[in-house]
């Protein structure tokens, strides 16, 4: 889906902002190559994040905001700051991938946010913040950014500017053992709210697995949730593949 880029870009750079912790990197990083670490005792403080040894390139969960600030300093150029969330916390190299061709009829410039996904499914885990930054030079064509990642997408129409989103309230990380109630169903009677999970309530691709289905074919997809669950209707295993 990478296309040119033919309007004057400064550079592509992904800095990833997790547990305190920032990694700087030039350009898109090729799969299975990890950041490279900076320094601890950012604003989270905190242990730094596991770095997978290899990884899937791939849209990461959502985008939250998407920022532009004009540089004073540097001719007026423009630096777009996006944050988001990955399913697990094992994700690396989170970076912003332009997939405008040519000047959009709109002045939009379009983005991806992307990271490396773990290349096998894992335990599931709090989701993780990832953050990366887009220089544009001076004098570029474009009104307005749009930001897109695995679930949604954020478009800024005022540069320099801020939007952002909700975050989800619940990252299913505590969701073994907890009541699945489908789309159209009713909780199981005489159990707790905080004990139900709703489908309703997930905004991504999600598969279920009953005691009585079978796996037709398997493709590792970093932002599907799977459920398995028991014969009481309760998720016995869950993971992010």
Sequence with gaps: MTRSFPFAVAGLVAATVSFG????????????????????????????????????????LIVTSVEVLRSARAGGMDIIRVRGLTSTSNW??????????????????????RGLAPPSPGPISPFMVVEAILPVETGHPYKAVRVRAGTNAITLKTLPGYAEIATPKD???????????????????????????????????????????????????????????????????????
């Design 92 to 113: 690396g190299s989170p970076h912003l991938v332009p997939i405008s061709s040519g000047e959009a009829i709109d002045g939009t410039l379009d983005l991806m946010f």
């Design 171 to 241: 990252d299913y990380s505590k969701i073994v053992g907890k009541y699945f109630v489908a789309k159209g169903a009713t909780p199981p009677a005489g159990v707790a709210a905080a004990d139900i999970v709703r489908e309703a309530d997930m905004n991504w691709p999600l598969r279920v697995i009953r005691p009585t289905d079978g796996i037709p074919s398997y493709t590792m997809r970093p932002n599907r949730l799977t459920l398995v669950l028991s014969e009481d209707g309760r998720v016995a295993d869950a993971a992010w593949d």
């Design 21 to 60: 912790v920032i990694g700087v990197n030039a350009q898109s990083p090729p799969a299975g190559t990890p950041p490279a670490a900076g320094a601890a005792g950012g604003p989270s403080g905190g242990l730094p994040m596991v770095q997978p040894a290899e990884g899937i390139p791939w849209p990461v």
